[in-house]
């Protein structure tokens, strides 16, 4: 090369041999004269490949054509301003391989010859990292358009906002109908949660500047959809603030959750239908057991005396009829006090207060006194805790279980033990017998109302005394099932809330 051609080689070397990017200087025709060690590191070429060679050989097949037009486009104009960085093109390697650049080009004029400088950037991992978010975009808007989901961005100092394509169709709007603002947003909020709206979001402002307490905006209200609709959407946003703390942006996203809130409307109103009917079930139980005890007082006398004055004066058949008769109004007396007792749970209750467990078994022992007796009954029990509960259907629960351990004892002395431990945040109440046991595809309908397993000969009752169990043990919060065997005994488990609470 003359010493013109020296100059720009010396000129080139001194500033660029160790520049950070990839750097080659080509003349007028498009011939490479001076590239850096980066530009050999990136494109796989030593120097001496590239010196004298077209630049083409770093320009794919497919872009060649366009290439050439555009360099004879830039070299028409040697008083053009340097274009900087931010074209987007594709380099060739040696191996064949294609990498993503940002080119940026420069004309230099030495001893009246035009040069052109092209800096080169490898972008490999840039671009790598957009494809990453393009991917994470589109993942992310199939989420939030199968959730129906709108996401928002208010710059709160200029009082501009952008809305997601679905914030406008929670709306009912076709996006950029309407211009994305805070105020038009609360126009379109249903009148009677504007207020509230408006003070949450500026209670998360103001707690930050008063309080530095970066709190999160989170509130379920309406929105008036253009189809004459009310939608509920679940808004959460976080509030950014600027350099010196003060609120600059505010983002958030929105959830469609109008079935949700309908679905929790509909069952709140079937819970209190639900409510109201059991409480008119439960006082008709009451009130009609409770009347029913008249007329069968005065059937039940009559039949006694008939028994008394006409048992053995009649014939055979006569006095069976006069028994069954009397048998039969004792039964519906015992059906009736039972239906009583029954209805009075959740209709005629008494507040929880603290009870001692040890006093409610002292209280059923004295009760049980004469069966427990006649049975040789021998009962024990552990250390028992003080409960929240109330006290005379805490009675009802120990005396049906303890007089079923007596009555189901076959032909063994009845061993009974009353256990109980603390587990998580319940007491766990355990009553153990060693009776006859019951077969467990019956565990579960012991505790329905009126049923029995055995023939009333056998065992008498009727068969309600399990379920009171069952509605006071849940009435206080808790959870009553059995283990048994038959022939090796029962145990009934209860639960009841180790915290002290009173309920009215």
């Not at 006082?283 to 005890?293: G, K, N, P």
Request: charged fraction near 25%; charge should be neutral; aromatic fraction near 8%.
């Amino acid at each position: 090369m003359d010493e013109a051609g020296n100059r720009p080689e010396s000129f080139f070397r001194m500033i660029t041999e160790s520049a950070p990017y990839a750097l080659v200087l080509v003349d007028h025709d498009g011939r490479i004269v001076l590239v850096n060690a980066y530009l050999e590191q990136l494109f796989g070429y030593s120097r001496d490949e590239l010196l004298g060679c077209s630049i083409d050989v770093f320009i794919p097949e497919r872009f060649r054509i366009g290439h050439e037009a555009y360099r004879q486009s830039f070299n028409k104009d040697p008083e053009r301003k340097p274009m900087g960085m931010g074209r987007d093109l594709y380099g060739l390697c040696k191996n064949g391989e294609e990498i993503p650049v940002e080119i940026a080009l420069n004309p230099i004029h030495v001893d009246k010859k035009n040069y052109v400088l092209a800096a080169i950037a490898d972008i490999t991992q840039r671009k790598q990292a957009e494809e990453i978010v393009r991917q994470s975009e589109a993942r992310l808007n199939l989420a939030l358009s199968a959730a129906r989901a709108g996401t928002w961005d208010w710059d709160i100092l200029q009082d501009k906002v952008m809305w997601s394509d679905g914030s406008y169709h929670l709306l009912g709007l076709k996006p950029g109908e309407c211009e994305a603002s805070a105020k038009n947003w609360l126009e379109r909020v249903h009148p009677d949660d504007r207020a509230v709206v408006k003070e949450a979001v500026d209670s998360v402002i103001k707690r930050f500047m008063t309080q530095r307490k970066q709190d999160a905006f989170n509130l379920e209200y309406r929105v008036l959809h253009t189809d004459g609709s009310i939608r509920w959407v679940n808004d959460r946003g976080q509030v950014l603030y600027g350099r010196y703390g003060r609120p600059v942006r505010m983002i958030g996203i929105m959830l469609d959750v109008t079935e949700r809130k309908t679905a929790e409307e509909q069952l709140a109103a079937q819970a209190q239908e639900l409510a109201r009917s059991n409480a008119e079930l439960q006082e008709f139980a009451y009130v009609a057991s409770h009347d029913l005890q008249e007329p069968l007082r005065a059937v039940a006398g009559c039949v006694e005396i008939i028994r008394r004055r006409y048992q053995e004066k009649l014939d055979v058949r006569a006095d069976e009829v006069i028994s069954h008769a009397v048998d039969g109004a004792a039964r519906m007396q015992n059906l009736i006090n039972d239906l009583l007792a029954y209805s009075r749970i959740g209709s005629r209750d008494q507040p929880f207060e603290p009870t001692d467990c040890q006093a409610i078994l002292n209280t059923v022992l004295a009760n049980l006194e004469v069966p427990i007796s006649e049975s040789g009954a021998k009962i024990t029990h552990d250390h028992l805790p003080t409960i929240s509960a109330d006290s005379g259907q805490l009675i009802q629960l120990f005396q049906n279980l303890i007089s079923n351990a007596v009555k189901f004892r076959g032909d063994r002395t009845p061993q009974i033990h009353i256990g109980v431990k603390k587990q998580n945040n319940e007491w766990v109440f355990a009553v153990a017998d060693n009776g006859i046991g019951i077969e467990s595809p019956y565990f579960e309908r012991i505790f329905r109302i009126f049923q029995r397993l055995h023939a009333r000969n056998d065992y008498p009752g009727t068969g309600i005394g399990l379920a009171i169990c069952k509605r006071v043990v849940e009435r206080h919060g808790g959870r009553i099932w059995v283990e048994s065997e038959p022939g090796r005994g029962t145990t009934f488990f209860f639960t009841f809330p180790t915290k002290l609470r009173a309920i009215r």
